[in-house]
């Protein structure tokens, strides 16, 4: 695959689910290491879009290709190859309320069956420390987490097998504005410590200036613009007009610098180091 080769190519992909078109001949790509929004009224079809891109769902017609590689006919083997390169923070059920965080963050190396439990343990705190979590956290249950920690937990899980391609389906919605801003400024640094390529979908203003590098707006089943912040707030599209109502000043390429300037000079997370005890619980 040529190095500026698209990471996703999304081309002339129909949708259909039951009776219902979802998607209309739509074509879209991802670069490599930049950060796509993806944009839309509820039930636009954002997540059936990402649940195409991750080979979840096959389009009616059109394809789907991840790193150069179709996903409709791939074999099983090239597809787990696949598959190891990304991670996924769903929108919906985040953890497995019966696993310890350890455990739900450890799952897709399990899986592999190969690693060493050391190595694992080491791997698993590894990722909690880099979500800003601590050694402590790791022994804890789903449903002694707040909601900012269980989307820290979830992108623990993401990042487990070090992926070079994130989804992320809404990851601050439910957060209030300060756990949410902590979210975006760790997805910022993630994004420049592991070179990501990220496709986010997201309906927080705030999180798009944070974040993104491009913009794609779905409505009526098409893809109805894709750019820069500043080219997408130009169409005039009723839902585009709408969804950035009172922000247009906040769209300018200058404002947006200010702001994640601002971000990057905020104070980040101090991670404690593994205590003893909880040294001693994941040895056992
Ligand atoms: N498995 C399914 N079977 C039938 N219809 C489905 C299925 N999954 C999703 N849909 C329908 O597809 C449409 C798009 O759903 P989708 O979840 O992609 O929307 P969304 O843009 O992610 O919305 P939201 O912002 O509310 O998360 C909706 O009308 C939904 O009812
Ligand atoms: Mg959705």
């Known amino acids: 695959m040529a190095a500026d080769a698209p990471v996703i190519e999304v081309q002339q992909v129909t949708t259909v689910l039951g009776r219902a078109v979802i998607h209309c001949d739509l074509s879209l790509h991802v670069r490599s290491g930049e950060v796509l929004a993806i944009i839309g009224g509820s039930g636009s079809g954002k997540t059936t879009l990402l649940r195409l891109m991750l080979g979840l769902l096959q389009p009616s017609a059109g394809t789907v290709r991840i790193f150069g590689q179709a996903l409709s006919d791939s074999d099983v083997n090239a597809l787990a190859e696949v598959r190891n390169r990304w991670g996924v923070l769903f929108q919906q059920g985040a953890l497995f309320s019966a696993l310890s965080v350890f455990d739900n963050i450890a799952l897709p190396l399990r899986e592999l069956k190969a690693v ?15 979500v800003g979590l601590n050694a402590a956290d790791a022994l804890k249950m789903p449903a002694e987490l707040s909601g900012g920690m269980i989307k820290r937990v979830a992108l623990a899980r993401a990042l487990i097998m070090d992926p070079t391609l994130l989804f992320l389906d809404e990851p601050t919605a439910g957060l209030d504005p300060a756990s949410s801003k902590r979210f975006v400024n760790l997805i910022e640094d993630l994004r420049s410590e592991m070179k990501l390529t990220v496709v986010m979908v997201t309906h927080d203003v705030d999180t798009l200036f944070a974040l993104v590098d491009r913009v794609a707006v779905l409505a009526e089943r098409h893809l109805v613009a894709i750019g820069s912040l500043q080219e997408v707030v130009r169409q005039p599209h009723p839902f585009i007009q709408e969804f950035f109502l009172g922000h247009l000043d906040e769209c300018a390429e200058d404002h947006i610098r200010k702001y994640r300037a601002s971000l990057r000079s905020s104070p980040r997370a101090t991670v404690p180091e593994m205590g003893p005890k909880q040294a001693r619980i994941l040895e056992e």
């Open 116 to 130: 060493p439990k050391r190595l694992l343990n080491d791997l698993v705190m590894l990722k909690l420390h880099q």
